[in-house]
């Protein structure tokens, strides 16, 4: 199950919480009981590859040898 991150609107304290992706929005605070909003966070897939930037060709095999954000060839 995802871990996702939390902060309360009554109390501002933040906390994660290991929940069922049918679950996520169902969660309130553990310490006031008031609602919260769920963050935006970054996550890692363990063992896999590291993302390319780019997501494609680099500017270079685009271009024929020639990248005009890099000044030439």
Same mark, same amino acid.
């Given at each position: ?7 309360? !609107?009554?109390?501002? @304290?933040?906390?994660?919480?290991? =929940? %069922? ?9 553990? @310490?006031?009981? &008031? ?5 935006? =966070?970054?996550?890692?897939? +363990?063992? &896999?590859?590291?993302?390319? +930037?780019? &997501? $494609?060709?680099?500017?270079?095999? @685009? !271009? %024929? $040898?020639?990248?005009?954000? =890099?000044?030439? &060839?």
């Amino acid at each position: 199950m995802p871990t996702y991150v939390y902060k309360c !609107n009554e109390c501002g @304290r933040e906390f994660e919480k290991v =929940t %069922s992706m049918a679950d996520k929005d169902k969660v309130d605070c553990e @310490r006031c009981g &008031g609602a919260v909003a769920r963050m935006l =966070t970054s996550f890692n897939f +363990l063992g &896999g590859k590291k993302p390319s +930037l780019g &997501g $494609g060709p680099s500017c270079m095999e @685009r !271009n %024929s $040898g020639s990248c005009p954000q =890099t000044g030439g &060839g």
